[in-house]
């Protein structure tokens, strides 16, 4: 059962930028690192952000995270159609689990 | 290159069992916490189990807990995940991870393609 809320969909055209929010508690985002996946249709999941906002060698700059207290934020400027895909943020809770987002379906319109 | 195969997916009868296995290659296996994640057909994500680098920690969704058991051979860069009294709500693909350091609170950085399980009389 997710503990970390996300908005079900995001929508934008070509170039827009687009913010997802993740909202959590105390006991996962409020004093652990947040990470965000993102899932494109018919594959495995990949490692978007890491420790709030670091990015792995080869994720494009046009993807961004921050934290503020409770809650973090994943934002994709210059939206382009390969980023249509199934987006969840992530953390370690201390009740001793990883959990997931409720996870968000961005769509390029 | 690095990649994680799941294997030993297929259909179980409630109440019954299954072990599942991951085969690691291409990085030093023994540096990295490893976990399980499953996704059950048109959901999201859910963290199932979770094992440090040796070994000697580990940690479970509550849905799990005392259900199922990972462990892992570092000698055979090999992850598992055994499976017992398995319930229809197990039902989901089956992703073997890596952490992206040590312990398994850190973020996951490869994923293998999953394995299927079935659990249906």
């Known amino acids: 059962q997710s503990v970390l809320t996300q908005p079900p969909s995001a929508s934008g055209t070509p170039g827009q930028r687009v913010t997802i929010s993740c909202s959590g508690s105390?006991?996962?985002?409020?004093?652990?690192?947040v990470n965000w996946y993102h899932q494109l249709p018919g594959t495995a999941p990949k490692l978007l952000i890491y420790?709030?906002?670091q990015r792995p060698s080869g994720v494009p700059d046009r993807f961004s995270g921050s934290k503020s207290g409770t809650s973090a934020s994943l934002a994709i400027s210059g939206l382009q159609s390969e980023d249509e895909a199934d987006y969840y943020c992530?953390?370690?809770?201390?009740?001793?689990?990883?959990?997931f987002g409720t996870g968000t379906k961005v769509t390029v319109l | 290159e690095v990649q994680l195969v799941e294997s030993g997916g297929g259909v179980a009868r409630p109440g019954g069992s299954l072990r599942l296995s991951c085969a690691a290659s291409?990085?030093?296996?023994?540096?990295?916490?490893m976990s399980w994640v499953r996704q059950a057909p048109g959901k999201g994500l859910e963290w199932v189990s979770g094992i440090n680098w040796n070994g000697g920690s580990t940690g479970y969704a509550d849905s799990v807990k005392g259900r199922f058991t990972s462990s892992r051979d570092n000698a055979k860069n090999s992850l598992y995940l055994q499976m017992n009294s398995l319930r229809a709500e197990d039902t989901a693909l089956y992703h073997c991870?890596?952490?992206?350091?040590?312990?398994?609170?850190?973020?996951?950085?490869?994923w293998g393609q999953g394995t299927t399980v079935t659990v249906s009389s």
């Open positions: 291409g990085f030093t296996f023994d540096n990295h916490g």
């Open positions: 105390s006991s996962n985002i409020g004093s652990n690192t």
């Open positions: 991870v890596r952490q992206t350091d040590n312990y398994y609170y850190y973020g996951m950085d490869v």
């Open positions: 992530a953390a370690w809770d201390d009740s001793l689990s990883y959990v």
């Open positions: 420790s709030n906002y």
